[in-house]
């Protein structure tokens, strides 16, 4: 018998010894009761560390440095695939990166003033309430956009554009809103921010950005287009558009975001000089992105664990 099945046996004498409660005078019985409880905790918790050490020992470590010989993977890598989300995330990423910009990750997780009060929102703003933003109990906030990591990509670049150099850097990153959920609507999707500052940036720099973005990551020259727009942290704002790639047709125009030159105050909140320096951003959605590339009709396919979804990618 091994010790484990020991204890359980000393457990259900313990269980059987309770019944003599009854038989004992009442001023007795609290402290017969506080007796058997001690005794069997103490018995359940060796159980459990001997549980625990066996499981440690019939677990085979696994070096996954170590060569594999040929055809036979350590694991079988057949059976699963990227999500298509996370494909085209990467393919962003690279794009921006041999245009020359860094790449910082965003948080899923942020606090009031990254999120509002660097971002130059007045302090009455709508989006600040819980109708658009989600809030925790403890008031920490899932960031609503990737702009929440504006201020901390100005800080970290800084001493780059005082060295004689630019800020440059995108940020990709999952974001939440309260919506509600439907074909073109989700509550929880990808983005990514684009951050640019020099002594001489300007709309016209910004535009050629995203044009040369759009026609690398849809494969084919294109047009594009702004109208006005309103953002706290960019003045003047923007809307920009791109005329529809030709494998949706080609004609028409599709809205993919907003832009604008970083307002001074941004700028002031991070530590730059806006009379020495000036900035532009931009920011739009990947899921949209990906939709538009493949012809998708419903952005919820991307969250739902979908399989028979999944595997067309």
């Known amino acids: 018998m091994s010790e484990i099945e020991k204890l359980k046996v000393e ?3 313990i269980n059987a010894e309770y019944a003599k ?6 001023e007795e019985r609290g402290e017969f009761g506080r007796q058997m409880n001690a005794k069997k905790q103490a018995i359940l918790r060796q159980i459990t560390e001997l549980e625990e050490a066996a499981e440690s020992e019939n677990v085979e470590p696994i070096d996954v440095s170590a060569p594999c010989a040929p055809n036979q993977p350590i694991f079988k ?6 999500h298509p989300l996370m494909v085209e995330l990467d ?6 990166s041999d245009m020359g910009f860094n790449v910082m990750e965003s948080r899923q997780l942020d606090d009031e003033f990254h999120m509002f009060d660097s971002l130059n929102f007045a302090q009455g ?5 819980g109708y658009d933003t989600f809030r925790t109990s403890e008031g920490f906030i ?23 150099g630019q800020i440059a850097v995108v940020i990709p990153g999952r974001v939440f809103r309260n919506e509600d959920v439907d074909a073109t609507h989700e509550h929880t999707f990808y983005q990514c921010e684009g951050v640019f500052v020099s002594k001489d940036a300007n709309m016209g720099q910004m535009f050629g950005v995203l044009k040369r973005f759009f026609e690398l990551y849809y494969g084919q020259k294109l047009n594009i287009k702004t109208q006005p727009g309103y953002f706290p942290f960019t003045e003047p704002s923007a809307e920009f558009l791109i005329e529809k790639p030709a494998a949706l047709g080609g004609k028409g125009w599709l809205e993919m975001g907003g832009c604008g030159m970083i307002h001074p105050n941004v700028l ?3 530590g730059i000089d806006p009379e020495q320096y000036h900035g532009f951003a931009w920011g739009g959605g ?8 493949y012809g998708l009709n419903d952005v919820r396919y991307f969250e739902s664990g979908k399989l028979d979804f999944l595997e067309e990618f």
Not at 21 to 26: A, C, M, R, S
Not at 145 to 160: E, G
């Open 11 to 13: 457990l259900k004498n």
């Open 21 to 26: 409660i009854k038989t004992l005078p009442p």
């Open 77 to 82: 890598l057949d059976l699963g695939s990227k």
């Open 91 to 96: 393919r962003v990423v690279k794009i921006y």
């Open 125 to 129: 703003h709508p989006a600040r309430d």
């Open 142 to 164: 899932p960031p609503a956009h990737t702009s929440t990591m504006q201020h901390r990509a100005l800080k970290k670049y800084k001493k780059d554009l005082e060295n004689g």
């Open 268 to 270: 002031k909140t991070a």
């Open 286 to 293: 990947i899921d949209r992105l990906v939709m538009l590339k």
